[in-house]
DNA sequence: AATGAATGAGTTTTCATTCAT
DNA sequence: AATGAATGAAAACTCATTCAT
């Protein structure tokens, strides 16, 4: 007996995973050399395919990038969102979370390269920029200064001003991940052993939050 | 009465400063926008003129890079070695004298870009890659190295790794640095006040280094 | 009771029909867009079937740009022809029905874009111009000077030279057909009414070659 | 003794005539090939210089077209605005002379061909034909309207509409070019003799305009 | 020393054509 | 018969580098 899900003929089944096969190939080189230096056709043979297929699926190299960085680093803000949004349990506990996810999911795997890649190169592509400013850094940064409102309004955490405090927990966090992710090779730079920073961070920075108990 | 340096006619005083504005003007590109999307005739504009002019003194993109970071990289790290090389006093007061040397002339100047660049670019460049970590990286790690050990030897300092120790001295600064060249421009980062954050750290660093004294 | 031409079941029918509308579509696009300028992805979509369809059917681009032209116009001819070689009565009124015919069937119908096209575009792509000369231009003009000299053999034209006067017939014809069809998109040029033009220039020169009558 | 006019080192007097040689290439092939099939690299090749070069002088394939139509169209309209500025005599015979410098100086020249390409392809590039129509059909259009105009108002003139009027006269000039200049050459169309044709039209046309005298 | 015109290799993008299913 | 995914040749455009003057 056949299993449903692969009554399609093998070609099909091919075709529906192309697009992601070369998303997962555009982002490896894009990490890998950067965006202005990512050569399409280097992404087509990474995926196996030819230079025209690639065509087929995003309209240019500005949609790849798009595609990557939705598929991926929005798909994943995305899913925050709704864990915010869903979460009944303490402010503090959520906060520290979605720090974490944020590290693990992104910060420490390969996406972290395309943040370092919008340092490096958001200068000279404005309309990649403006994409990635709106869909990952306003959306990320509201979340986090969403939940930080939270935590105030419910008394937990102290009235800081919660948009302020936002940059406050991201900056160590992009610059732990530039450490870690992205320093050239090459360079004997110290080794900061990541997890026991984001340990720390998190603690002291819910600590600083906590509000006073009388 | 004619200053002896200056004994020369100003055209070709002038002459001898091409080179210079040529330096001047390339990093003013390249810190601008990076290492790959600078084109030669942007600098040779910048500086005035032909592009034809630049290859009379560097021999293409890769050497013209590396005139910059050795005239201004280099060179600050070449006089950071005779201070300490000639230096008399305590330990602790050369380790400090460096650190904000470090700083000033190099991390909040425009130099700055260029540490950024390498962080993002230097993957992209192999060669330019191995020279700033030769020519830089591991030259100013093993000065704080040696004055570490020097103050070690001379009883001054605890007996740390010194290794290990130079790395931990050499992270904030470039933390620092990253946070004040405010590598995420779509970003509005709160303002680090460097000139106390390097104050509190290197005075935290030297009493955290000193040798107990009985 | 089935009509005699209709035994074959309704699926079958419509794939009988598929060359038809595949030519239309590509008539459609041809004209609008040019030769050069049609995409056969955009003429498969606009006949509803996918660009593998067309390939099924026609060799190639220009083998449909010529099934196109023997379809409509050729095929127009074809049936002047027919009509010229069984007509049994006064030249006059032979030459008037078979430029009326013209006009109507191709000129004053998207056919007449065809034309132009092969105007516009004709010296891109001799191939085109050859067979569009030996079928179209060849053939009907050999029509006409073929009536010609069946009025003149039967006394009822003036003895021209039947092959200069072909040309003097086909000559305004063209050019209502280029005005009509508003060659000039931008240009709002006055409307000539050309039911009207036909008819004067018809019976103008059927006047003009009116063999004397003593 | 030399020459004031050739001071100049060779290469130098070549780099003036630069842009000429290339506008009159890129004519030659535009004329010959139409503006999508006209291969950049054909133009330059044409003008015995490499690809790069043409985009020395010429920023893309849209500007060196309009840089053609305006050095030499545009040029030429100009040319009759002054003409038409500064003449004396009576209107009948400056609109026949700028109806005759149209005909000798564009349309009986290659430059024909660039009429004959905007009428084709100026759909495909509605940039182009926007252009096309600002700086030629609407300049060269209100220059016959202004000059119907001054015969109006002068009295020379029946009190046609000038507008109109204007179109009226553009009209077989147009398709007299198209006529002449740009059939397909495979085909055996009918000579209409240019120049006949242009004094007859030029003549029926003054004395169909002129006012009645009392 | 200085110029800047010239080059051509390299990259993105398009589209007629092929072919496995 | 029909599909539509895949291909790759071709063309516009960029820019580091060369070289005649």
């Given amino acids: 007996m056949q299993a449903p899900q692969d009554t399609k003929p093998r070609w099909e089944r091919r075709k529906d995973a192309r697009p992601q096969?070369?998303?997962?190939?555009?982002?490896?080189?894009?990490?890998?050399?950067?965006?202005?230096?990512?050569?399409?056709?280097?992404?087509?043979?990474r995926a196996g395919v030819s230079k025209g297929t690639l065509y087929l699926y995003f309209a240019n190299k500005e949609e790849l990038?798009?595609?990557?960085?939705?598929?991926?680093?929005?798909?994943?803000?995305?899913?925050?969102?709704?864990?915010?949004?869903?979460?009944?349990?303490?402010s503090g506990e959520l906060l520290g979370a979605l720090l974490m996810?944020?590290?693990?999911?992104?910060?420490?795997?390969?996406?972290?390269?395309?943040?370092?890649?919008?340092?490096?190169?958001?200068?000279?592509?404005?309309?990649?920029?403006?994409?990635?400013?709106?869909?990952?850094?306003?959306?990320?940064?509201?979340?986090?200064?969403?939940v930080l409102t939270r935590?105030?309004?419910?008394?937990?955490?102290?009235?800081?001003?919660?948009?302020?405090?936002?940059?406050?927990?991201i900056a160590p966090v992009i610059m732990l991940m530039m450490w870690t992710h992205s320093f050239m090779p090459t360079c004997d730079m110290p080794q900061i052993p990541p997890q026991e920073f984001m340990d720390v961070f998190i603690a002291t920075t819910l600590?600083?939050?906590?509000?006073?108990?009388?």
Same sequence: chains 1, 2, 3, 4.
């Fill in 21 to 45: 096969e070369l998303l997962a190939a555009a982002l490896e080189q894009f990490v890998e050399r950067g965006y202005a230096a990512t050569r399409l056709e280097d992404v087509a043979r």
């Fill in 151 to 169: 935590g105030i309004e419910r008394g937990e955490f102290r009235p800081v001003d919660p948009v302020v405090m936002t940059q406050v927990l």
């Fill in 207 to 214: 600590r600083g939050l906590k509000a006073d108990t009388p």
């Fill in 101 to 146: 996810k944020w590290w693990e999911e992104i910060c420490a795997t390969p996406l972290g390269g395309i943040t370092k890649l919008m340092l490096a190169e958001g200068n000279n592509f404005p309309e990649l920029a403006q994409f990635y400013n709106d869909e990952v850094v306003a959306r990320g940064s509201s979340l986090f200064t969403r």
């Fill in 65 to 90: 990038f798009k595609a990557v960085v939705r598929d991926n680093i929005v798909a994943t803000i995305g899913e925050a969102e709704q864990d915010a949004a869903t979460f009944d349990g303490p």
